[in-house]
């Protein structure tokens, strides 16, 4: 799977948290195998949207994905808002679309 070719919009940043979206492109690559005839943004994604929203102007090397909860599948041209609590270690972020919270997800760094 590819990278997310979408870029992360950061839309606040404030102390330890931060505020990003991302519009899912309707046309992503992803969508044909995942699902043909009902595509979903596979979940690794929603991890990688919170992780590069998280390392934006601060790297850091992911080392675990202490939780991850999806909580209702996103599809093309969904516009992904995430709230990232951020400390030297951890990250916490929600994930939601227009319809509410898509995946909770915890991720775990050290500095780089």
Do not use: K, Q, W
Request: hydrophobic fraction near 45%; charge should be positive; include cysteine.
């Amino acid at each position: 799977m590819r990278p997310l070719g979408a870029p992360v919009e950061v839309l606040e940043r404030s102390g330890t948290t931060t505020v990003a979206r991302l519009v899912v492109a309707a046309d992503d690559p992803v969508f044909a195998g995942h699902f043909p005839g009902l595509p979903i943004l596979p979940g690794v994604r929603l991890v990688e949207f919170a992780h590069r929203a998280a390392t934006v102007d601060r790297p850091s090397r992911l080392v675990g994905v202490e939780s991850c909860r999806f909580l209702r599948p996103v599809f093309p041209g969904a516009v992904l808002t995430a709230r990232l609590t951020r400390d030297d270690s951890r990250c916490a972020a929600v994930v939601s679309d227009a319809d509410g919270v898509v995946a909770r997800i915890t991720l775990r760094y050290e500095a780089v």
